[in-house]
Nanobody
Framework: QVQLVESGGGVVQPGGRLTLRCEAS????????MGWERQRQPPGKKREVV?????????EIGDAVKGRVNITRNDARNVVTLEMTDLELSDTGVYYC??????????????WGQGTPVTVSS
């Protein structure tokens, strides 16, 4: 079974740094885009892109975090690492890893991690 395992979430002080890692494993034939989205605190916050590595290496960075994030992917294309700096209170939320994956005997589709909470607080 395909799994996306997330790590690195927790409590971060304002102005601090955050590192999130996601590893995809299982019967994977190919991986396209891979990265992180988030659901910030209510009211009415929609899930938004934080940072994605696209299929051929281009980066997609969310408007709210431009200038504060970096994302990399390993050569095997199954691990992404997100580095975020200058954390703000408004960065609090649940962060979700996602990846487009072709698995054995299954069509290409997007897989999601369970989500890891990030709380920015002093």
């Amino acid at each position: 079974q395909v799994q996306l395992v997330e790590s690195g979430g927790g409590v971060v002080q304002p102005g601090g740094r955050l590192t999130l890692r996601c590893e995809a494993s299982g019967p994977i034939l190919a991986i396209g885009a891979m990265g992180w989205e988030r659901q910030r605190q209510p009211p009415g916050k929609k899930r938004e892109v934080v940072a994605m590595v696209l299929e051929h290496g281009s980066l997609e960075i969310g408007d709210a975090v431009k200038g504060r994030v970096n994302i990399t992917r390993n050569d095997a294309r199954n691990v992404v690492t997100l580095e975020m700096t200058d954390l703000e209170l408004s960065d609090t939320g649940v962060y979700y890893c996602n990846a487009g994956i072709r698995a054995t005997n299954m069509p290409y589709r997007v897989y999601w991690g369970q989500g890891t909470p990030v709380t920015v607080s002093s």
